[in-house]
Nanobody
Framework: QVQLVESGGGLVQAGGSLRLSCAAS????????MGWFRQAPGKERDFVAG????????YYADSVKGRFTISRDNAKNTLYLQMNSLKPEDTAVYYC????????????WGKGTLVTVSS
């Protein structure tokens, strides 16, 4: 079992920055890939950043490319999402996910952290 806890969300003005964190516990951190998804009000949950399959290079959704950066610190069992130049359309609940195979088959989800970007 893997437990994922996100933090770092909040209210920010357009153009600002936030860094989300996801602390993982349970099984060995290095044994799975991790990524970030988001779900805006009334919309489906979308894959935002992370490897599309374990061992692969990081994917970024077109809408965040050049503005968001995913990273992980294996020593701290923590995944990060640095979000710069935030836009109102980035408003969503952001979820951390862990998967053993690919991002289409997530094995574990965090509970999410809300990011609100005001115009």
């Amino acid at each position: 079992q893997v437990q994922l806890v996100e933090s770092g969300g909040g209210l920010v003005q357009a153009g600002g920055s936030l860094r989300l964190s996801c602390a993982a516990s349970g099984r060995t951190f290095n044994n799975y890939a991790m990524g970030w998804f988001r779900q805006a009000p009334g919309k489906e949950r979308d894959f935002v950043a992370g490897p599309t399959w374990i061992g692969g290079s990081s994917y970024y959704a077109d809408s965040v490319k050049g503005r968001f950066t995913i990273s992980r610190d294996n020593a701290k069992n923590t995944l990060y999402l640095q979000m710069n130049s935030l836009k109102p359309e980035d408003t969503a609940v952001y979820y951390c996910a862990a998967y053993y195979s690919n991002a289409a088959t997530v094995n574990y989800w965090g509970k999410g952290t809300l990011v609100t970007v005001s115009s």
